[in-house]
């Protein structure tokens, strides 16, 4: 058996299917074959079935796939199927054989995340595994920034999970994507797909279960620096995981469940390195079980207002699909962005869920903060910044009021971060 779970097939026969020189693959649930075009050569084959051998799938029958528009150039048609569905069929196209094995990786993680949308937690990075235990650390970071490389040198100390996105299931088990490693060449090339095999990657075992999440600094510098860990703060790490997560949104609870994730993996962690090869020995203590801290945060119940007109001269908030609160933020999922509210925020986000006055708004931000000089101009703005950025809506276009006079309170703040 392979790490992914998945018989490999003898030398000659991994990724044929029915006789015919195809490649089968299993990529995070789904059934892909890959028809190679007339213009791709035997030893270009080969070299793509050693390159995705450890995502070599059964051998089944194989769906209809084009032979036409496959004679000449540098093509492929791929069919896939999915555990729900029978999928379909995609033709690429290239100018050079690299250009298309890019092409192909790219297209296939993209229909596999596509599949797994609404279901899993899928983060934009490289995954390494105890060999013993099968406990993964994730290493969060967006393309271009070390990924690939902190996984090829990981990946000779621990077991190689992917290098390129870290599928989590709710109960924090992961699904193996180990796929070639995309390695940058000269500018303007495509990227070269090299096989883990051939890079000596150690497998990982069968079995996985995240233990950490990091987020990788890689900083230029002209002396080295000794890698540091350091704890994100929950509020900063959910809203550095969302932008470099795939399809978050999509799950029921998208910030609950990052949160619950966050929790039982004992927080966030930031390891600012130069250096890839002082990565192994920093994140040993990671793989380790660590104490899991009481919660930080707390649901906020979904008591979006009902659909009707506003009355003028009043705001109501948007609807939100999840919410959370976190020290004195509200954390919100608009129209699939997170949105984070602070200072007099969280009150008006309150107070307007059903349709409230300048009076009743402001009142409800004395409740909780006070009266502090300028404070009815601070809310004004408040409301006009959130009214905006369509936190809060209002019917027409008109303002609520007339513009308040030059007054204005520095620590009230109502913030509306996306990421």
Same mark, same amino acid.
């Given at each position: 058996?392979?790490s992914?779970?998945?018989a490999?097939?003898?030398?000659?026969?991994?990724?044929?299917?029915?006789?015919?020189?195809?490649?089968?693959?299993?990529?995070l649930?789904?059934?892909?074959?890959?028809?190679?075009? !007339?213009?791709v050569?035997?030893?270009?084959? !080969?070299?793509?079935?050693?390159?995705?051998?450890?995502?070599?799938?059964?051998?089944?029958?194989?769906?209809?796939?084009?032979?036409e !528009?496959?004679a000449?150039?540098?093509?492929?048609? +791929?069919?896939f199927?999915?555990?729900?569905?029978?999928? =379909?069929?995609f033709? $690429?196209?290239?100018?050079s054989?690299?250009?298309?094995?890019?092409?192909?990786t790219?297209? $296939?993680?993209?229909?596999?995340?596509l599949?797994n949308?609404?279901?899993?937690?899928?983060?934009? #990075?490289? =995954?390494?595994?105890?060999?013993?235990?099968?406990?993964?650390?994730?290493?969060?970071?967006?393309?271009?920034?070390?990924?690939?490389t902190a996984?090829?040198?990981l990946?000779?100390?621990? =077991?190689?999970?992917?290098?390129e996105?870290?599928a989590?299931r709710?109960?924090?088990?992961?699904l193996?994507?180990?796929?070639?490693?995309?390695?940058?060449q000269?500018?303007?090339?495509?990227?070269?797909?090299?096989?883990p095999?051939?890079?000596?990657?150690?497998?990982?075992p069968?079995q996985?279960?995240?233990?950490?999440?990091?987020?990788?600094?890689?900083?230029?510098?002209?002396?080295?620096?000794?890698?540091?860990?350091?704890?994100?703060? $929950?509020?900063?790490? +959910?809203?550095?995981?969302?932008?470099d997560?795939?399809?978050?949104?999509?799950?029921?609870?998208?910030?609950?469940?990052?949160?619950?994730?966050?929790d039982?993996?004992g927080?966030?962690?930031?390891?600012?390195?130069?250096?890839?090869?002082?990565?192994?020995?920093? $994140?040993?203590?990671?793989?380790?079980?660590?104490?899991?801290?009481?919660?930080?945060w707390r649901? +906020?119940?979904?008591?979006?207002?009902?659909n009707?007109?506003?009355?003028?001269?009043?705001v109501?908030?948007?609807?939100?699909?999840?919410?959370?609160?976190?020290?004195?933020?509200?954390?919100?999922?608009?129209?699939?962005?997170?949105?984070?509210?602070?200072?007099?925020g969280?009150?008006l986000?309150?107070?307007?869920?059903?349709?409230?006055?300048?009076?009743?708004?402001?009142q409800?931000?004395?409740?909780?903060?006070? #009266?502090?000089?300028?404070?009815?101009?601070?809310?004004?703005?408040? +409301?006009?910044?959130?009214?905006?950025a369509?936190?809060?809506?209002?019917s027409?276009?008109?303002?609520?009021?007339?513009?308040p006079?030059?007054?204005?309170?520095?620590r009230?703040?109502?913030?509306a971060?996306?990421?």
């Open positions: 058996m392979t992914t779970g998945v490999r097939q003898p030398d000659g026969l991994c990724g044929l299917t029915g006789g015919e020189d195809m490649l089968a693959l299993d990529i649930g789904v059934q892909f074959t890959v028809r190679w075009g !007339d213009g050569t035997a030893a270009q084959r !080969d070299g793509m079935r050693l390159a995705w051998s450890r995502c070599a799938g059964l051998q089944e029958p194989v769906p209809s796939l084009p032979r !528009d496959l000449s150039g540098f093509t492929a048609a +791929v069919a199927r999915t555990p729900t569905d029978d999928g =379909g069929v033709t $690429l196209r290239a100018t054989f690299e250009e298309l094995a890019e092409g192909l790219s297209r $296939l993680t993209l229909t596999a995340i599949a949308a609404g279901s899993l937690t899928m983060l934009h #990075a490289c =995954g390494v595994a105890d060999p013993e235990t099968g406990a993964v650390v994730a290493l969060v970071a967006k393309s271009g920034t070390g990924k690939t996984s090829s040198v990946a000779r100390r621990y =077991g190689y999970v992917t290098d996105t870290v989590i709710p109960d924090g088990s992961v193996p994507y180990p796929k070639p490693l995309s390695i940058k000269a500018p303007g090339l495509p990227k070269q797909q090299v096989g095999d051939a890079l000596g990657l150690l497998e990982a069968a996985l279960q995240l233990r950490s999440i990091v987020l990788l600094d890689r900083v230029e510098s002209a002396e080295p620096v000794v890698p540091v860990l350091s704890k994100v703060p $929950l509020a900063d790490a +959910v809203l550095a995981l969302i932008p997560s795939s399809s978050q949104a999509a799950l029921a609870q998208p910030l609950q469940s990052l949160c619950r994730l966050i039982a993996t927080g966030v962690w930031q390891v600012t390195y130069t250096e890839a090869t002082d990565l192994p020995a920093a $994140l040993e203590p990671l793989f380790h079980a660590t104490l899991v801290p009481k919660p930080e649901p +906020v119940a979904q008591e979006n207002a009902p009707g007109g506003i009355p003028e001269g009043t109501r908030r948007a609807s939100c699909t999840d919410a959370v609160t976190i020290g004195d933020d509200l954390l919100l999922v608009l129209e699939g962005a997170v949105v984070r509210l602070g200072g007099i969280p009150v986000w309150a107070a307007a869920g059903k349709p409230a006055s300048l009076v009743e708004l402001t409800a931000v004395r409740d909780v903060h006070g #009266a502090p000089q300028g404070h009815e101009a601070a809310v004004v703005r408040a +409301v006009e910044q959130l009214t905006a369509g936190i809060l809506q209002r027409g276009n008109r303002k609520l009021w007339k513009e006079p030059n007054e204005h309170c520095s009230a703040r109502a913030g971060d996306r990421p």
